[in-house]
């Protein structure tokens, strides 16, 4: 069938001057950031040249929101959309872990959506945009034209979701655009949806990072101690303030030897003034400066490599490779992936020896659940590391929020109470501490309550700044993965945490045997007033990182345990991944979702909130009640493991199986003549 491409193309933009709408051709340019981030994309077929959608424009809102709409059209039956197993738009191939081009190349809907991500992942200015699919034929001496019409947005974590259906563009004429602008707002993404595109974004991250880390350790010779420091601090400058401080631009280093023009100073300026801008504290600023500047005026780095700067030939890299996935992952713990990545590569300085291993995300959603976080929880962690426990508090108290508040103004002042009051992380490592920092910021900044101490000596269980300071900070969840070789495996942060509380709940990550009489007495002292609630043998997930065998203990706080209350005993051994250690491989290979690992996570959350009734992945013999002493030393599955010795015609039946299949293999094998 002949393509009718450009026939359809001009029955697009005639649509278009009907509705008013101004566009832009495949040659003209919208603006100059629009045509930047259009060329800093790979093209539809994956190589370095310019993408070029066939029509653009840019739609302005009442209220002055604008929003670029990426036109792409065919002119054959059947090259609208191609989707995925799971319903979404299939420009990714998992196999080769890039874009699918031949697919983004052929379908109209699949190139309109390259563009938009395009356009989010490599702009400052817009995080949403509007892809629209056309194709066309003849029939019967009629022309048939299809439309697909699909919003992106960072909101969405990039997932395109299908507005409704159109059978021209009349839906973008002024005085429809408050209709349209409706629809967004109802667009919603299922759990299934966020988990599946959080673990695609992961796994880019670690790729991206790892190929980085790479870059900084054979090429430019850069220190594993200042790398950290380096990625932390551009990203930071990169960012900006939104109407207050510019993004670093690439142009802007210029590879200068001036005291205050080189590459290193320019950076560092945009970092200070990023750190002024977000309101914090002088002394948290001043801290955090003094933990980047040493780097960045580190004249190694000024060293010029193909006429350009050290540090801004690693700028580049993140600027184009690693900014535009961060921004669109905001919700994920990004740099606990980059300390994970080092701490693979090459040994950090004094890893092992504070007990650096930060726990997977899938892990601190889970315990965040376990604790019941909702809205009106106020989160703290005596052992932060790079804030995981507290990113997945927060993204379940703001999740809360969003669903018991229907008032706008109510919710956005809840919102805010949530990220500066709420939240209380204390971390002593300054190398560890500055990723919590950016972390939280990136997450929309929970960063006000992140502190730089010994939570064993160094704080009080107050508040340490701003309006609420010298006030005691009213923590109703602890969430915490310690470090081990801590007094008692680290039970001397829980008991410590837990005398503070007046009631909650604690839910600890530890190693187990802390709670089988190696506790140092410390399990005997939280029992005389926290309750244990449920002990949950995990399966190994820190592979690779760590040889303990984890547990996580589970503690209703402020009610001394009573012998007399059954404790839930679950063995999650098989908690559905399947695990490798290749330093070089990706997330998507290391860690294989083998036997629904998502839904025996949710399991396992509601086994220990509701109990045995919800037992489905997990067997009978996985789960048990039993009460224990006072001692602290039998908390662990394996002590009350009930083991069932009345034996079942199935077990009769396997016996008798397995004897006939032993006789036989010995007649085969002229061992045993007699059968």
């Known amino acids: 069938m002949k393509s009718i491409e450009e026939k359809i193309e001009d029955i697009a933009k005639k649509q278009l001057d009907a509705a008013g709408v101004k566009y832009f051709t495949k040659t003209e340019t919208i603006n100059s950031e629009i045509d930047e981030a259009l ?41 609208l959309i191609k989707l995925n197993e799971y319903g979404d738009i299939d420009n990714y191939n998992k196999e080769k872990k890039e874009s699918n081009f031949s697919t983004i190349q052929k379908y109209a809907v699949n190139g309109a959506v390259h563009y938009a991500d395009a356009v989010i992942r490599h702009t400052d200015s817009y995080n949403e945009v509007i892809a629209i699919g056309i194709t066309g ?21 990039l997932i395109p979701k299908k ?16 209709k349209l602008l409706n629809k967004i707002q109802d667009i919603n993404l299922t759990e299934e949806e966020k988990e599946r595109k959080s673990k695609l974004f992961e796994n880019e991250i670690e790729i991206k990072l790892k190929l980085l880390n790479q870059k900084m350790q054979d090429i430019y010779n850069i ?24 993004p670093l631009q690439i142009r802007d280093l210029k590879g200068e030897s001036g005291k205050k023009n080189n590459d290193g100073q ?30 960045f005026i580190f004249k190694g780095l000024q060293k010029q490599i193909d006429g350009k700067s050290i540090l801004k030939q690693v700028y580049i890299t993140i600027k184009n490779e690693i900014m535009p996935i961060f921004k669109s992952a905001r919700h994920l713990d990004f740099m606990g992936k980059l300390f994970n990545v080092l701490n693979d590569w090459v040994k950090v300085p004094d890893g092992a020896a504070n007990d650096v291993v930060l726990t997977p995300r899938y892990v601190t959603e889970m315990m965040a659940k376990i604790a019941l976080v909702n809205k009106d929880s106020y989160v703290w962690d005596y052992a932060l590391g790079s804030g995981g426990f507290l990113i997945s508090a927060m993204k379940l108290m703001i999740e809360d929020a969003k669903n018991c508040i229907t008032s706008e ?11 500066a009051k709420q939240l209380l992380g204390i971390e002593v490592l300054p190398e560890v501490y500055i990723l919590a920092i950016l972390n939280m910021i990136l997450m929309g900044d929970g960063s006000a309550n992140i502190l730089n101490e010994d939570s064993l000596t160094g704080f009080d269980g107050n508040y340490q700044q701003g309006e609420m300071e010298g006030k005691e900070f009213p923590a109703n969840v602890f969430l915490l993965n310690p470090p081990y070789s801590a ?96 330093k070089r491989s990706s997330q998507e290979i290391n860690l294989k979702n ?53 034996p079942t015609e199935a077990d009769f039946k396997r016996v008798v199986k397995d004897y006939l299949a032993w006789k036989v293999s010995n007649v085969l094998k002229n061992e045993d003549g007699n059968f």
């Not at 019409?149 to 969405?156: E, L, Q």
């Not at 801008?277 to 801290?287: A, G, H, I, V």
């Open 409 to 419: 103004k109510d919710l956005s002042q809840k919102i805010l109470d949530i990220k």
């Open 266 to 295: 320019i950076i560092l300026n945009k970092i200070e003034d990023f750190l002024a801008e977000r309101n914090l504290p002088e002394q948290k600023q001043s801290m955090i400066m003094a933990n980047l500047t040493p780097v």
């Open 163 to 178: 507005i409704g259906d159109y059978s021209d563009l009349s839906f973008l004429e002024n005085s429809k655009i408050d």
């Open 137 to 157: 034929w003849n029939e019967n001496a009629e022309n048939i034209i299809e439309l697909g019409v699909y919003y992106i947005s960072k909101d969405t974590y």
């Open 39 to 79: 060329t800093k994309a790979p093209s539809k077929s994956g190589g370095k040249g310019k993408n070029y959608p066939d029509i653009k424009a840019l739609i302005i809102t009442k209220d002055l929101r604008q929003i670029p709409v990426m036109i792409e059209v065919k002119g054959k039956k059947g090259d």
């Open 223 to 246: 220190a594993v101690g200042s790398r950290v420091q380096l990625l932390c601090g551009m990203i930071m400058a990169g960012l900006g303030v939104e109407n207050r401080v510019q």
């Open 487 to 582: 007094k008692g495996k680290g039970l001397i942060f829980v008991e410590k945490a837990l005398k503070r509380m007046k009631n909650g709940r604690a839910v600890i990550l530890i190693q187990e045997n802390a709670g089988n009489g190696q506790g140092d007495g410390y399990s005997q002292k939280i029992l005389k007033h926290s309750s244990l609630l449920a002990s949950i043998h995990m399966a190994n997930i820190f592979s690779g990182k760590s040889e303990v065998t984890p547990a996580i203990y589970v503690f209703e706080v402020g009610i001394p345990h009573n012998t007399k209350q059954l404790v839930k005993f679950i063995n999650f051994e098989n908690d559905g991944y399947t695990r490798q250690n290749r």
């Open 594 to 646: 083998t036997d629904h690992a998502i839904e025996r996570y949710e399991e396992v959350v509601n086994l220990v909130l509701y109990g045995k009734q919800y037992l489905h992945y997990l067997t009978k013999d996985d789960y048990t009640e039993d009460t224990i002493t006072l001692k602290g030393d039998d908390w662990t599955f394996s002590q009350h493991r009930k083991i069932d010795t009345i």
